[in-house]
């Protein structure tokens, strides 16, 4: 069936980074434009950052932008989100979730389940 | 502070109707599509309603979405008390980036 698979979440120190995966299958992942979306525990949802289908063009929130980068492999089926310079702030689960269009635009119509990151000492 | 603002709660009793504003600007949903979408507790969340109106296949007929001008807005027709959740509205902004609203939690009384 149509899946999302997030991993690569965990403690990690304030300043330091950490790498997340998202496996997709069931569905031709090379069409469809990509996001990351996370959700501070408690609180809302927040975009973070869109990779068109062919991996051209990406874009950030205000809030990552020069320290998280998104990338995808289309080959294996795998979108990634490296983030650097951590900060309590990026404590929150973050999902990945399917566009319905190549270049990101639209509705979030599938979803992962999310994977936490906890930023902390 | 979201950029889409929501109220913050909703409630009513089993088959009443419901709606849910999202209030944005020019530079997001006064030109481009709203999204709706449901997040029931630990769960993901999940597409109610997309291009402003449309709901994809397996979404009940009580959901529906509507938008005028800078403003958008979700309603929820015979309530049930599975419909508790939080409500999020979405839409793009003129730098391509993604917005959200701050969500409203629905209680069903």
């Known amino acids: 069936q149509v899946q999302l698979v997030e991993s690569g979440g965990g403690v990690v120190q304030p300043g330091k980074s950490l790498r997340l995966s998202c496996a997709a299958s069931?569905?031709?992942?090379?069409?469809?434009?990509m996001h990351w979306v996370r959700q501070t525990p408690g609180k809302g949802l927040e975009w973070v950052a869109n990779?068109?289908?062919?991996?051209?063009?990406?874009y950030y929130a205000d809030s990552v932008q020069g320290r998280f980068t998104v990338s995808r492999d289309n080959s294996d089926n795998t979108l990634y989100l490296q983030m650097t310079s951590l900060s309590a702030d990026d404590t929150a689960v973050y999902y990945c979730a399917r566009s319905q269009t190549p270049r990101g635009y639209g509705a979030f119509d599938i979803w992962g389940q999310g994977t936490l990151v906890i930023v902390s000492s | 502070q979201s950029v889409l603002i929501q109220p913050p709660s909703a409630s009513g009793t089993p088959g009443q109707r419901v709606n849910i504003s999202c209030s944005g600007g020019?530079?997001?949903?006064?030109?481009?599509?709203v999204s709706w979408y449901l997040q029931l507790p630990g769960t993901a969340p999940k597409v109610l309603i997309y291009?402003?109106?449309q709901r994809p296949s397996g979404v009940p007929d009580r959901f529906s979405g509507s938008k005028s001008g800078t403003s958008a807005s979700l309603a929820i027709s015979g309530l049930q008390s599975d419909d508790e959740g939080d409500y999020y509205c979405a839409t793009w902004d003129d730098r391509m980036k993604a917005v959200f609203g701050g969500g409203t939690k629905l209680v069903v009384l």
């Open positions: 291009s402003n109106n």
């Open positions: 069931g569905f031709p992942f090379s069409i469809y434009g």
């Open positions: 990779i068109w289908s062919d991996g051209r063009n990406k």
């Open positions: 020019s530079s997001n949903i006064g030109s481009n599509s």
